[in-house]
């Protein structure tokens, strides 16, 4: 049987049961209308308690009205205290909190249980050097204000000295440049690392040996100054530093917290860095001052430094490191102010330099150099040896001191470091009875166990 095409047509608009489809483009508003007034009255009948339903149909109205608003409140009042929270998340994100404990025990061979007190007002000296303490409690917040500013505070607590202290390392903030994408020019104004070589910035936490050479413990007391300092990235290669500081550092014995001087310290410092091998010279100048009851004596205080570290891989054993660094220059010699500067007493209350002593004979021409081999063992243990030499007085025999330091570290998990170091100090001290030099046995044995956060 044949269909007449016009009639098909006509049931195709008609569709199902000879009804006309309403068109799309009607179809559309109609939605639009509909979708919004259907959520506003789904969440009225949610909004309605349970009981309300057998209320009269007037009521249920009236009571809904209130009980819409009650709840847009709550909804608002939600929204405030999201936003709240949110900006205190914010705030708490820009806040890094970071620090690492090193608990000691401490061996020497020179160890006995004598107590010496001596002086005015009397000082307690314990000769006893095998005890439990702890060399570095150390705590460092860092907030990033924002993408151009950060600031730090760096605090200490440690028992490794002669009283339980907590003292204040860092405080400082950056400000980094707004004109280069990854940010190559950083200024730092406050009490920070003196960035001089490459054994001072690099934190004990991650050092391979216990405690820095000897020839940065004397030239850079503290490892900390107070001053500015601008640090540039010119190439991936290529960094440079300058900086001004008070002089002394933070641990001088007369001036801890203050500067004597008008001038101000000045350093340098560039550093070349290709991947596998790192090289870098560094300046330091500027005037000590020591005081004295007439007229004070100013002397140099003057530092080059040369720090080179080569990086290579082992097949199966690991990754290994060479590293090496010279100080030269002069510096105020302790001995020297013990053999040329008069200390008061009771019957000449003053401090002088002596009769045909020369001021400026307090500096003397000092040098120091380490040289040191680390090899890692697989992903748990480190082997590390280290020899170092410092003369405070290039012009005097006999007052060199050198050391040999080992370490073996076992890397509990990655927080946690577990060391054992031996350390071999040689220096001549004048025998009894004059006969000659010898050297103290005064070996030292240091286990530690550390963890970083």
């Known amino acids: 049987m044949k269909v007449d095409a016009r009639h098909a047509a006509g049931a195709a608009r008609r569709g199902p049961r000879g009804r006309t489809p309403v068109p799309a483009g009607i179809l559309v ?6 979708v919004p007034g259907a959520i506003a009255l789904l969440t009225c009948v949610l909004a309605i308690p349970a009981r309300a339903q057998s209320e009269p149909p007037a009521a249920e109205g009236a009571a809904a009205a209130p009980r819409i608003e009650e709840l847009n409140g709550r909804v608002e009042s939600m929204t405030e205290q999201m936003q709240t929270l949110q900006a205190d ?53 860092t907030y990033d204000s924002s993408p151009l500013s950060q600031a730090v505070v ?3 607590g440690s028992t490794s000295g002669s009283a339980i202290t907590m003292r204040l390392l860092e405080a400082y903030v950056t400000l980094l440049d707004p004109w280069t994408f990854d940010r190559r020019h950083q200024l730092t104004v406050g009490q920070m690392n003196v960035p001089f070589g490459y054994e001072i910035e690099r934190s004990s936490s991650v050092r391979e ?30 960094e440079t530093v300058i900086a001004l500081f008070n002089g002394g550092g933070i641990n001088d014995p007369n001036f801890p917290t203050t500067d004597p001087t008008r001038g101000k310290d000045y350093l340098a410092r560039a550093r070349w860095s290709e991947g596998v091998f ?3 010279v560094s300046w330091y100048g500027g005037r000590a001052l020591t005081a004295l009851t007439g007229p ?7 530092r080059f430094g040369a720090d080179v570290q080569v990086y290579y891989a082992l097949p199966v054993v690991g990754g290994g490191s060479l590293k090496g660094e010279l100080y030269r220059g002069r510096n105020l010699n302790v001995d020297s102010v013990k053999t040329l500067v008069a200390s008061p007493t009771t019957a000449n209350p003053v401090t002088l330099l002596k009769p045909g002593a020369v001021g400026a004979h307090l500096a003397t021409e000092v040098l120091g150099w380490y040289a040191m081999w680390v090899q890692n063992l697989g992903e748990r243990f480190q082997l590390a040896a280290r020899w170092e030499s410092f003369d405070p ?14 370490a073996i570290h076992w890397f509990y998990d990655g927080y946690t470091r577990f060391t054992v170091a031996y ?6 001290v004048a025998a009894a009875a004059g006969s000659g030099f010898t050297d103290p046995t005064d070996n030292l044995w240091t286990v530690q166990l550390q963890h970083k956060f």
């Open 423 to 428: 350390d071999v100090p040689r220096t001549e």
């Open 278 to 280: 790192d090289a870098a």
């Open 89 to 141: 998340t914010d705030k708490l994100k820009r806040l890094k909190l970071s620090g690492y404990i090193q608990a000691r025990w401490e061996t020497a061979e020179n160890k006995n249980d004598s107590v010496k007190v001596e002086k005015s007002p009397a000082v307690i000296t314990p000769a006893n050097t095998e005890r439990f303490s702890i060399r570095r409690g150390r705590l460092k917040l």
């Open 29 to 34: 508003p109609i939605a639009r209308s509909f």
């Open 209 to 238: 040996l216990p405690e820095r050479s000897r020839a940065e413990n004397i030239l850079f007391p503290g490892e900390r100054d107070r001053g500015i300092k601008l640090v540039s990235l010119w190439t991936p290669r290529l």
């Open 296 to 302: 004070d004596v100013s002397t140099d205080r003057t």
């Open 154 to 156: 760096y605090l200490d």
């Open 393 to 406: 007085n290039t012009d005097l025999a006999r007052d060199q001191f050198e050391r040999a330091s080992l």
